[in-house]
């Protein structure tokens, strides 16, 4: 593509928090597992899910970084909430496992479709980046796959707690798609495909997978595909966010904010 | 933005939530399975093992032994054998693999690899 310019820089910087800020809160909320994960093994691979995912939200953060946004760092640490740009879905509390492994497995599919998408990108650095991360995510999802597809029927017990996770996960799930103003933009240049478009390749296949793993999804049959019956719970892609997120970055932000800049 | 109290204490709620649920929690073994890992590192080779690890079944193990195992380094194969599927000498009883007795006959002493391969090579050097 040419030069970019003012509306289609300020798009594709908007896209970029959006990618990078579900990236790093994912990441967060997966690390709040490390040491108290139900067995040995599960916590390690979440523990190293979880550094694979901030590790993507730092490359996502150095391409706003060679656009002038500021540090990896500065936009990690230093950025108050209403400039944040994740999904509601991002940061949500962990839950219990059922609701971690649900989230994962619904953001891991997401993920899947959107960096395909983007591997053909007109801003080249996003293709090259998405080239890069279907790669490692494709272990995500099978992790994420796998435990979706077990604890789904394996007990009574296991069962109640998957299917709760997926009716408090699913419409802020569908917030990962939420429109804004300057996706038209982004559209026409290039450089993203719409969000409606990426939705429902989405549920075209998510829906078949929990249904096999023995879980009810709030959808319907429609001419064009599968079509959500609960409203989604939008805003996170405004700046509009929850008391979790206050929570979240009071956390994660406390030591760099005691003294910003500080060389480890 | 100032800081907030907020409660995080994952341990204690974890703890408090295991005693009013169980009398006595599970021990690990009587739920998952024990699992021996193997990693090939490039495809010609052999698989090494590396270690094992638990888990409900093989698929789960496959997945779990990636993060246990393949953290870093390379690899193109891992493989997972139940633990059980494993026959082994006891360790007490290492001495049925001594030799007391000469047996140089079984060694390759003639066979002077390095030489044969100079000489394939037009390396070799004479005297």
Not at chain 1, 199 to 208: E, G, H, T
Not at chain 2, 32 to 43: A, G, M, S, T
Not at chain 2, 75 to 100: G, K, N, R, Y
Request: glycine share 6%.
């Amino acid at each position: 593509m040419g030069e970019l310019t003012g509306d289609s820089k300020a798009a594709l910087i908007e896209y970029l928090y959006m990618l990078g800020d579900d990236e790093l809160l994912l990441g967060h909320r997966a690390s709040e597992w490390t040491g108290i994960g139900p067995i040995l093994e599960a916590d390690i691979a979440l523990s190293s899910i979880a550094q694979d995912e901030m590790g993507h939200a730092e490359v996502l953060y150095g391409l706003l970084e060679a656009l002038g946004e500021g540090t990896p760092d500065e936009l990690a640490f230093n950025r108050d909430l209403p400039h944040w740009r994740n999904a509601i879905f991002s940061e949500l509390p962990r839950g219990d496992w059922g609701f971690t492994v649900v989230r994962h497995y619904l953001h891991d599919v997401a993920e899947h479709i959107r960096w395909q998408a983007l591997a053909n990108s007109s801003y080249e650095p996003l293709a090259q980046v998405a080239r890069k991360l279907l790669v490692e995510e494709k272990y995500h999802l099978v992790h994420s796959q796998t435990w979706v597809r077990k604890l789904g029927n394996a007990t009574e017990e296991s069962h109640r707690r998957m299917q709760a996770a997926l009716d408090r996960a699913f419409p802020y799930a569908l917030g990962l798609f939420e429109p804004t103003e300057l996706e038209a933009v982004r559209v026409e240049a290039g450089i993203a495909p719409a969000e409606s478009e990426l939705q429902q390749r989405w549920l075209d296949d998510v829906v078949p997978f929990l249904q096999q793993s023995g879980l009810t999804v709030p959808v319907e049959q429609a001419a064009t595909g599968w079509r959500p019956t609960v409203e989604p719970v939008y805003g996170g892609r405004q700046g509009t966010h929850t008391e979790y997120m206050e929570q979240l970055l009071d956390a994660m932000q406390f030591v760099y904010r005691l003294e910003p800049g500080a060389k480890w | 933005m100032s800081p907030k109290t907020w409660h995080f204490n994952p341990y204690h709620q974890r703890i408090d939530e295991a005693m009013q649920l169980m009398d006595e929690p599970p021990k690990a073994d009587t739920e998952w399975i024990l699992f021996e890992v193997f990693v090939r590192e490039k495809r010609g080779e052999h698989p090494v093992h590396v270690g094992a690890l638990h888990a409900p079944d093989p698929e789960m193990a496959i997945v779990l032994a990636k993060e246990q195992y393949l953290r870093r380094g390379d690899a193109v194969q891992l493989w997972v054998v139940p633990s059980a599927c494993i026959t082994a000498t006891p360790i007490e009883e290492a001495d049925i693999f001594m030799h007391t007795t000469d047996k140089s006959y079984r060694e390759a002493y003639g066979y002077r690899v390095a030489e044969r391969v100079r000489h394939l090579r037009g390396e070799e050097k004479h005297g």
